[in-house]
């Protein structure tokens, strides 16, 4: 039995059509996350409580802080860009899937040698054999296809020592674990992980310190924490039914957050969730986080 404990403290009231990316900012005490359909970026302080939303130019749906004051990497739904939610300066680096008509970037991660990946998702099939892939950004800001034959990239993570990723593609209903070469940032020996229903798509996930990876759990109102060996360590019932991802946060690393969506839902279904769309803050006891390297390709403090 787990002796971890998660207890719901505070809902944020954003209402996202799709809340997604949600990342902790340590040094700023503040939780960042989008709407990816309403092509908002979102910034709330824990200490002031102030909510900000920033309009950004495309749809963006993951991103990853860096080192220069208010500038992100950031999967937009056209590719990979350098990007500034205060100026709006953006510096596009890489549109690997342009040209392919119906596909977007989604998840998204910066590994803990500083590099950003991103997958794609097939959104609007133009042909029936359409597939989607994960990329990797380099320090040189070249881009590399590390997987492909994907539907929906998602679940992209690095357990504790940075030597093993996690990543689902979302309708398989599997996370899988690969072994992760640091230097060369090459992926090998495929091993499933964990498998969810048919009713339930793996989402967002993150690593705890404990090298515990929690998954939000779309379609099954559900975020899951499994051990190493991909076993369910704690299963926490949210009161929406499209959780879609987690972060870990808090002043003391000890927060939950967690993103939802009402993209989908009947009005029905609304009806009996009203708090979809939602970010959700559980306490946790018997757990806690570890702080998201930012990413280091190539910045500068004059772009």
């Known amino acids: 039995m787990s002796t971890t404990t998660a207890t719901l403290l505070k809902i944020i009231p954003c209402q996202c059509q799709l809340g997604e990316g949600v990342l902790w900012h340590d040094e700023q005490q ?20 102030v909510l900000e939303k920033f309009t950004l130019p495309q749809r963006m749906a993951s991103f990853a802080f860096t080192p220069v004051n208010n500038q992100i990497i950031a999967a937009f739904e056209q590719g990979f860009a350098r990007y500034n939610f205060i100026t709006s300066q953006i510096d596009w680096i890489n549109q690997p899937e342009l040209h392919i008509k119906g596909n977007r970037l989604n998840d998204g991660r910066v590994d803990k040698q500083g590099r950003f990946w991103a997958g794609s998702m097939v959104e609007s099939a ?8 994960l990329y990797c950004v380099d320090h040189q800001l070249n881009c590399h296809k590390k997987m492909d034959d994907l539907l929906i990239s998602n679940s992209l993570c690095w357990n504790k020592a ?26 090998s020996n495929k091993k499933l992980f964990a498998t969810t229903n048919t009713a339930t798509f793996p989402d967002g996930s993150i690593v705890d310190a404990q090298d515990y990876l929690w998954n939000a759990q779309w379609g099954s109102s559900k975020v899951i924490r499994y051990n190493c060996n991909g076993e369910i360590d704690l299963s926490i019932v949210l009161p929406v039914s499209q959780p879609s991802c987690v972060t870990i946060g808090g002043a003391n690393l000890d927060w939950l957050i967690v993103t939802s969506a009402k ?13 979809s769309g939602n ?12 702080v998201d390297p930012q990413c280091t390709i190539c910045f500068n403090s004059s772009s």
């Open 263 to 275: 993209q989908g839902l009947s009005s029905s279904a609304l009806t009996k969730e009203p708090l």
């Open 126 to 133: 133009s042909t029936t054999k359409q597939k989607s892939a």
């Open 30 to 49: 503040a939780i960042y996350w989008l709407d990816i359909e309403a092509c908002d970026l979102y910034r709330y302080y824990i200490s002031s409580e």
């Open 279 to 290: 970010l959700f803050i559980y306490q946790l006891t018997g757990a806690s986080g570890l």
């Open 162 to 187: 940075g030597d093993i990723l996690y990543h689902a593609d979302s309708p398989s209903h599997q996370i899988f674990q690969y072994d992760f070469c640091k230097e060369k940032a090459a992926i």
